[in-house]
């Protein structure tokens, strides 16, 4: 066991690296992976089962205790990012399907890796937690919306059947991990340490799937989308850190609130791409790119935040 969690945190601390890595095979070989793409909701389920085993009633605490910080988090996540990717696919009048992916990784809740990030950079690790699990509990109801009002003049979307999805593949499995550990609370303690493997792998397959399958694609528009991703990402940080001072949150608050906005679920829109809009495989690149430039640009913010002395 010792053996297989110092694998897992070497994976985890090389994480961009492997995706990176599998990212550039993909390209290369992309019949050894595209088989993969129709098991994307599958792997994203796992993450989130896994996500809902390491969450506690602790993580909830945060909330009661800290609510104003927890609120502009929250709502600067589904306010700050569905806005500027608005913003950017209006500005660089970008293709109908380039501008559904940009959008739909907008909407999405934060991402479980906010939390890494921002323990690394000396931020509230318990208000990012909180922060995450606040969104993706209301990702069922809020990224259909958000997404169908900001995307709906480039396609005709069902935000019905996009709300089944998100509870079929986040919250039905964070359900089943929050049972799972009530019930098998030992167990799931000895194991808990080989979740963010499983999670790591998951995330590195479904980039890998989504490139095989959009070669072509990518090779054509795939600066241009990695340049609208970074700006996207960039500013998100930027505006959620000083919306957070503006509100007077404590530094350590604001760099979490930053990352926590700044960072967000890119499987969960890869997976609604491949589901809701398989007939055009560009829609979930964003997504992919999103996932690949954000656990780069997310430790590097956390090295220099870390550097620094606390204000």
């Known amino acids: 066991m010792n053996g297989l969690l110092k694998f897992s945190h070497l994976l985890q601390k090389s994480f961009a690296l492997w995706v990176l890595l599998f990212a550039g095979l993909a390209m290369l070989s992309p019949t050894s992976f595209v088989w993969l793409k129709s098991y994307i909701p599958w792997m994203l389920g796992i993450i989130m089962f896994g996500m809902g085993m390491t969450m506690t009633v602790a993580d909830f605490k945060t909330v009661l205790q800290s609510p104003k910080a927890v609120a502009i988090g929250v709502a600067a996540q589904f306010?700050?990012?569905?806005?500027?990717?608005y913003m950017l696919c209006k500005v660089f009048n970008l293709p109908p399907e380039i501008a559904i992916g940009v959008i739909l990784v907008g909407c999405c809740p934060g991402g479980t890796a906010s939390n890494v990030i921002t323990y690394m950079a000396k931020g509230n690790t318990a208000l990012s937690v909180a922060c995450t699990s606040v969104s993706t509990l209301l990702a069922p109801l809020l990224?259909?919306?958000?997404?169908?009002?900001?995307?709906?003049?480039w396609i005709e979307?069902?935000?019905?059947?996009?709300?089944?999805?998100?509870?079929?593949?986040?919250?039905?499995?964070?359900?089943?991990?929050?049972?799972?550990?009530t019930l098998l609370k030992d167990t799931v303690q000895y194991y808990m340490p080989v979740m963010p493997l499983i999670s790591?792998?998951?995330?590195?397959?479904i980039v890998a799937a989504i490139i095989a399958g959009s070669k072509g694609q990518i090779l054509e528009s795939g600066l241009f989308i990695l340049a609208v991703v970074i700006l996207h990402n960039a500013l998100g940080y930027l505006i959620g850190y000083w919306a957070s001072r503006?509100?007077?949150?404590?530094?350590?608050?604001?760099?979490?609130?930053?990352?926590?906005?700044?960072?967000?679920?890119?499987?969960?829109?890869?997976?609604?791409?491949?589901?809701?809009?398989a007939a055009s495989p560009m829609t979930a690149v964003p997504s992919a790119i999103f996932s690949l430039w954000h656990n780069i640009s997310g430790p590097l913010l956390a090295t220099y935040w870390a550097s620094r002395k606390q204000d």
Not at 160 to 178: A, D, E, H, R
Not at 200 to 205: H, R, S, Y
Not at 256 to 275: T, W
Request: proline residues 5%.
């Open 246 to 277: 503006l509100f007077k949150l404590p530094y350590a608050d604001s760099k979490a609130v930053a990352i926590e906005v700044g960072m967000q679920n890119s499987g969960l829109g890869v997976a609604l791409a491949a589901v809701h809009f």
């Open 157 to 181: 979307i069902n935000a019905l059947s996009m709300l089944t999805s998100i509870l079929q593949v986040v919250l039905l499995p964070i359900v089943l991990g929050l049972v799972v550990r």
């Open 200 to 205: 790591v792998v998951a995330i590195v397959l």
């Open 143 to 153: 990224t259909p919306i958000i997404f169908y009002l900001l995307a709906s003049q």
């Open 79 to 85: 306010v700050v990012m569905p806005s500027l990717a």
